[in-house]
């Protein structure tokens, strides 16, 4: 983490800051983004899966933010609370000083409205003037709400939702056409505090100052109450607790649910077609996660997790979807929205296609996890065990097929060596939860069968001895897959076989450039080119550091630490030419690598 750093706040012409400039806020149910010059430009309500009433991040024009920031210019500095998710941005301008302390409130045991954003303003030194503007615009920007004042607070009304200001000692608010306005004046030693009370189909409670500021404090106590219980004290600590607190914001308090990122159609290349929603939970991920929540020490949170995926795969048993929603509902219908997209990358897209594509990688995904739940010590009951042998018989029936593979092409199926890897993967977990106990044993025949088949096909028709390596897919004779890389996390083959190493050297050759590795060469159905994707950086990482080379592992892990932005959170994506980061932020599978990476330092040395 490249820790505070003090610059000027800048947008392009269009009005749109960089990704790289904005830090993220929750409270369990959803995620704000909150940009270096101090307005929040994404907020969804009442949950991150929830249309947006602040999206100036994906229409600059239209989309509706929550400004806050001093009239002159400034320059800026910020950092979260140590062992928070509450930001606090300092703003240096020639009149003086202000620090904003802004959060997602944890709702406590009163009469709370049901969302509630607080932004604290203190005045350091000198007198500054300060200006805010809150412009919401309900479902997507598509709609522009009722204001009007309630008990002399401007409310914002849409059907069924409404938000409130709320301002003490931080000028008197005014409705000025579309929005809700005010300005100040902060002087050393003062204290001003705004408050966005929201709601969905039920009242709205208008709070009263000393209970916004009781939530705010309150707030900032939680997580460091949950910071503390972690269990990692290893190499690059501090980004790995940054790491678990972004991830914690990404977990749907009420289902135990994993977003993959709190945002949709950030694109991966500017202007291009590369832009999806991500605000579901995808089964790739599950494995990954589990392992790191249980490592980590978040037991309660990895018990949620576990049977939230037990609960949403049981709905489409014995087959999987690639992704579930937030609250274990089946549906995705992708569309498309009237709006400007970040620096115009259109389209923008809600809901993901992906859902209806047949991905075999994901069986792998849920029996590691099963397996590395079991592993921590923890019951799965006979009849989830039923279910589980179900989709190891489902594997054996399907693994012939070609797939999307894990990166969800769009350019007609293959047979993707990543997915037959983890075909075989769901397999022998099958076996060893049979051999456990967990499983009913009466299939174990059939699935040795099949494990051995698939080993098989993949060393056969996977491997090309001309490139020294596996490949993308069957039949491929110059195209790897950063992918290939997880042969050495999913304990594919011994850390020492050379074909593994070979494998390694290849994807860093032909998909490497710098610190960072591209997702995979060759064609995916999509125009354009997107950038290079920091999860494969973090894999590459984990797999050197698992295969006995710990030295470049080390040298990489702290060329990729500096790549975070200065709050230590990273986007999908980045583009190797400028460090620009693109896609979705935060993104929760950048930050499980990262952690995946560090605890592979902490296992035996494979040398």
């Given at each position: 983490?490249?820790?505070?750093?003090?610059s000027?706040?800048?947008?392009?012409?269009?009005?749109?800051?960089?990704?790289?400039?904005?830090?993220?806020?929750?409270?369990?149910?959803?995620?704000?983004?909150?940009?270096r010059?101090?307005?929040?430009?994404w907020?969804?309500?009442?949950?991150?899966?929830?249309?947006?009433?602040?999206?100036?991040?994906?229409?600059?024009?239209?989309?509706?933010?929550?400004?806050?920031?001093?009239?002159?210019?400034?320059?800026?500095?910020?950092?979260?609370?140590?062992?928070?998710n509450?930001?606090?941005?300092t703003?240096?301008?020639?009149?003086?000083?202000?620090?904003?302390?802004?959060?997602?409130?944890?709702?406590d045991?009163?009469?709370?409205?049901?969302?509630?954003?607080?932004?604290?303003?203190?005045?350091?030194?000198?007198?500054?003037?300060?200006?805010?503007?809150?412009?919401?615009?309900?479902?997507?920007?598509?709609?522009?709400p009722?204001?009007?004042?309630?008990?002399?607070?401007?409310?914002?009304?849409?059907?069924?939702?409404?938000?409130?200001?709320?301002?003490w000692?931080?000028?008197?608010?005014?409705?000025?056409?579309?929005?809700?306005?005010?300005?100040?004046?902060?002087?050393?030693?003062?204290?001003?505090?705004?408050?966005?009370?929201?709601?969905?189909?039920?009242?709205?409670?208008?709070?009263?100052?000393?209970?916004?500021?009781?939530?705010?404090?309150?707030?900032?106590?939680?997580?460091?109450?949950?910071?503390?219980?972690?269990?990692?004290?290893?190499?690059?600590?501090?980004?790995?607790?940054?790491?678990?607190?972004?991830?914690?914001?990404?977990?749907?308090?009420?289902?135990?649910?994993?977003?993959a990122?709190?945002?949709?159609?950030?694109p991966?290349?500017?202007?291009?077609?590369?832009?999806?929603?991500?605000?579901?939970?995808?089964?790739?991920?599950?494995?990954?996660?589990?392992?790191?929540?249980?490592?980590?020490?978040?037991?309660?949170?990895?018990?949620?997790?576990?049977?939230?995926?037990?609960?949403?795969?049981?709905?489409t048993?014995?087959?999987?979807?690639?992704?579930?929603?937030?609250?274990?509902?089946?549906?995705?219908?992708?569309?498309?929205?009237?709006?400007?997209?970040?620096?115009?990358?259109?389209?923008?897209?809600?809901?993901?296609?992906?859902?209806?594509?047949?991905?075999?990688?994901?069986?792998?995904?849920?029996?590691?996890?099963?397996?590395?739940?079991?592993?921590?010590?923890?019951?799965?009951?006979?009849d989830?065990?039923?279910?589980?042998?179900?989709?190891?018989?489902?594997?054996?029936?399907?693994?012939?097929?070609?797939?999307?593979?894990?990166?969800?092409?769009?350019?007609?199926?293959?047979?993707?060596?990543?997915?037959?890897?983890?075909?075989?993967?769901?397999?022998?977990?099958?076996?060893?939860?049979a051999?456990?106990?967990?499983?009913?044993?009466?299939?174990?025949?059939?699935?040795?069968?099949?494990?051995?088949a698939?080993?098989?096909?993949?060393?056969?028709?996977?491997?090309?001895?001309?490139?020294?390596?596996?490949?993308?897919?069957?039949?491929?004779?110059?195209?790897?897959?950063?992918?290939?890389?997880?042969?050495?996390?999913?304990?594919?083959?011994?850390?020492?076989?050379?074909?593994?190493?070979?494998?390694?050297?290849?994807?860093?050759?032909?998909?490497?450039h710098?610190?960072?590795?591209?997702?995979?060469?060759?064609?995916?159905?999509?125009?354009?080119?997107?950038?290079?994707?920091?999860?494969c950086?973090?894999?590459?990482?984990?797999?050197?550091?698992?295969?006995?080379?710990?030295?470049?592992?080390?040298?990489?892990?702290?060329?990729?630490?500096?790549?975070?932005?200065?709050?230590?959170?990273?986007?999908?994506?980045?583009?190797?030419?400028?460090?620009?980061?693109?896609?979705?932020?935060?993104?929760?599978?950048?930050?499980?690598?990262?952690?995946?990476?560090?605890?592979?330092?902490?296992?035996?040395?494979?040398?």
């Amino acid at each position: 983490m490249t820790g505070p750093q003090r610059s000027t706040p800048r947008r392009c012409g269009a009005g749109y800051a960089p990704i790289r400039d904005y830090a993220a806020i929750g409270d369990g149910r959803t995620v704000a983004l909150v940009a270096r010059d101090g307005a929040i430009d994404w907020l969804c309500l009442p949950d991150m899966d929830s249309p947006s009433v602040f999206g100036a991040l994906l229409d600059a024009p239209h989309g509706g933010a929550f400004t806050l920031a001093p009239v002159d210019p400034s320059e800026t500095e910020r950092r979260y609370v140590p062992e928070t998710n509450v930001l606090e941005t300092t703003f240096f301008c020639g009149a003086g000083v202000v620090r904003v302390t802004d959060a997602l409130t944890i709702p406590d045991g009163g009469l709370t409205p049901c969302r509630e954003l607080a932004r604290r303003i203190e005045g350091l030194s000198g007198r500054v003037a300060m200006r805010w503007a809150v412009v919401p615009r309900f479902d997507y920007g598509q709609r522009g709400p009722r204001l009007a004042l309630r008990a002399g607070v401007p409310v914002a009304v849409d059907g069924r939702d409404a938000v409130a200001v709320c301002a003490w000692n931080a000028g008197t608010p005014r409705i000025d056409g579309p929005a809700i306005t005010g300005q100040f004046e902060t002087a050393q030693g003062s204290r001003g505090l705004l408050a966005l009370a929201g709601t969905h189909q039920e009242p709205l409670v208008l709070p009263p100052r000393e209970a916004v500021e009781h939530r705010l404090d309150a707030t900032i106590a939680f997580w460091r109450r949950w910071t503390a219980a972690g269990w990692y004290d290893g190499p690059w600590q501090p980004a790995v607790r940054r790491s678990e607190l972004a991830l914690k914001l990404l977990v749907h308090a009420p289902t135990g649910a994993v977003a993959a990122a709190p945002t949709t159609s950030l694109p991966e290349e500017l202007g291009g077609e590369r832009n999806w929603d991500y605000r579901y939970c995808w089964i790739r991920d599950s494995a990954f996660t589990l392992d790191a929540l249980l490592r980590l020490g978040r037991t309660e949170t990895a018990h949620a997790f576990f049977w939230w995926f037990m609960h949403a795969s049981n709905l489409t048993r014995p087959r999987l979807q690639v992704l579930y929603q937030l609250d274990g509902g089946r549906f995705a219908r992708e569309r498309q929205l009237p709006a400007d997209g970040y620096c115009r990358s259109r389209p923008v897209r809600i809901g993901n296609g992906a859902v209806d594509q047949l991905q075999l990688d994901i069986y792998g995904d849920l029996m590691e996890s099963a397996w590395r739940y079991h592993g921590a010590g923890h019951d799965i009951d006979r009849d989830t065990g039923r279910r589980l042998a179900e989709a190891a018989d489902l594997v054996c029936d399907i693994w012939r097929q070609p797939d999307s593979g894990i990166w969800e092409c769009r350019s007609g199926p293959q047979h993707y060596t990543h997915s037959k890897v983890m075909c075989w993967v769901a397999l022998d977990r099958a076996i060893r939860l049979a051999e456990a106990g967990v499983l009913p044993a009466r299939r174990v025949g059939r699935w040795r069968r099949q494990a051995l088949a698939i080993r098989e096909f993949i060393d056969r028709h996977c491997w090309e001895e001309a490139l020294g390596s596996y490949v993308r897919f069957a039949g491929s004779r110059d195209e790897v897959d950063a992918s290939l890389l997880l042969m050495a996390v999913m304990g594919y083959h011994d850390p020492r076989e050379p074909r593994l190493h070979r494998t390694i050297d290849a994807v860093r050759r032909l998909l490497g450039h710098g610190a960072f590795v591209r997702r995979y060469s060759g064609g995916d159905g999509l125009s354009g080119r997107e950038g290079a994707f920091i999860t494969c950086s973090f894999w590459l990482v984990e797999a050197l550091a698992r295969t006995g080379r710990r030295d470049e592992a080390a040298v990489l892990m702290e060329a990729l630490l500096a790549m975070a932005n200065d709050v230590g959170l990273y986007a999908e994506e980045i583009d190797p030419s400028n460090d620009a980061f693109l896609g979705n932020f935060p993104q929760g599978l950048v930050h499980l690598s990262l952690v995946g990476a560090a605890l592979a330092f902490a296992e035996p040395d494979a040398s």
